[in-house]
């Protein structure tokens, strides 16, 4: 799924006051921000002098390469960023792994998370969207393990598929006594 088509099923859990979408989706790498703070001026390499300043700065500099889901927050309190006057929009999760690595952009995880916190919202969609993907993952797995079986053995998967054969797979042995 794209950026964009993501973007637009996302639009469908509401606008602030402004019009754009509360949720949206955002590339790590080309998000930036106006921020007051301290920063350090350099020449190539070369230490000029420490300032304060507002800048436009990279808004996920720790991030590289990321899908970032994001809700966007009324302007209430934020003082370091100057151009918050219409709310701003804030980081609600990072498409990554435990390990920090990279994950694909995923409709289904976006549509989880809107409807985890959003208010108008049926909660119960969310147990239907779970138990969509677990079907949708066990429909998976049985069909690799069809094309393994079929690639390995076309002897076995015939018999298994017309009847004549059982597969135990996935059930523990039992202990003879």
């Not at 919202?121 to 239907?128: E, F, M, T, W, Y």
Request: proline share 3%; glycine share 6%; with cysteine.
């Amino acid at each position: 799924m794209t950026k964009e088509s993501a973007n637009k099923l996302l639009s469908s859990y509401g606008s602030n006051p402004y019009g754009k979408s509360i949720f949206r989706i955002v590339w790590s790498d080309d998000e930036y921000e106006v921020r007051k703070g301290t920063f350090e001026e350099h020449v190539g390499k070369i230490y000029l002098r420490t300032m304060v300043a507002i800048e436009r700065v990279k808004k996920y500099p720790y991030l590289k390469g990321m899908w970032i889901f994001e809700k966007w927050f009324r302007p209430e309190g934020i003082s370091d960023l100057p151009d918050n006057v219409n709310g701003s929009y804030e980081c609600i999760y990072i498409f990554q792994d435990k390990n920090g690595s990279y994950l694909p952009l995923d409709v289904e995880i976006a549509q989880f998370i809107a409807n985890a916190i959003s208010k108008n919202v049926d909660k119960s969609k969310n147990k239907l969207l779970i138990e969509e993907m677990l079907s949708d993952k066990e429909k998976k797995i049985e069909d690799e393990d069809i094309a393994l079986i079929e690639e390995c053995s076309p002897l076995i998967a015939t018999k298994l598929h017309i009847g004549e054969a059982v597969s135990f797979a996935g059930i523990e042995k039992m202990e003879e006594k």
